[in-house]
């Protein structure tokens, strides 16, 4: 089952900006967005909760904003100043709780994903 529509991915340089958006099918309640690598586990990137409080994983803190429109049942991932380190799957995910986690297992569907790629 498709719970959201995922887009804004691509090939970015280093410095670059990036602006992925993830449409729900549904209400969204607390939204995340995480990322992984081959090999690694998934990691949390930024969280939105009900109420708009924010929360952002130590490396993209100042680089990345989450935020929301609820009337479109939307949320997005303004990223700036992308270093390739940053090159991953991303992934939006669905609480359906108003508080932000930063654990996977605590969210309800995830998205089919988009891969951003930061090189020259």
């Known amino acids: 089952q498709v719970h959201f529509v995922e887009s804004g991915g691509g090939l970015v340089q280093p410095g670059g900006s990036l602006r992925l958006s993830c449409r729900s099918i549904?209400?969204?309640?607390?939204m995340g967005w995480y990322r992984q690598v081959p090999g690694k586990e998934r990691e949390a990137v930024a969280c939105?909760?009900?109420?708009?409080?924010?929360d952002y994983a130590d490396s993209v803190t100042g680089r990345f904003t989450i935020s929301r429109d609820n009337t479109q049942n939307k949320v997005y991932l303004q990223m700036t100043n992308l270093k390739p380190e940053d090159t991953a799957f991303y992934y939006c995910?669905?609480?359906?709780?108003?508080?932000?986690?930063?654990?996977?297992?605590?969210?309800?569907?995830w998205g089919q994903g988009t891969q951003v790629t930061v090189s020259t």
């Open positions: 995910a669905k609480r359906d709780y108003w508080a932000c986690s930063n654990r996977a297992e605590r969210y309800d569907a």
């Open positions: 939105i909760s009900d109420t708009s409080t924010t």
């Open positions: 549904s209400s969204i309640y607390a």
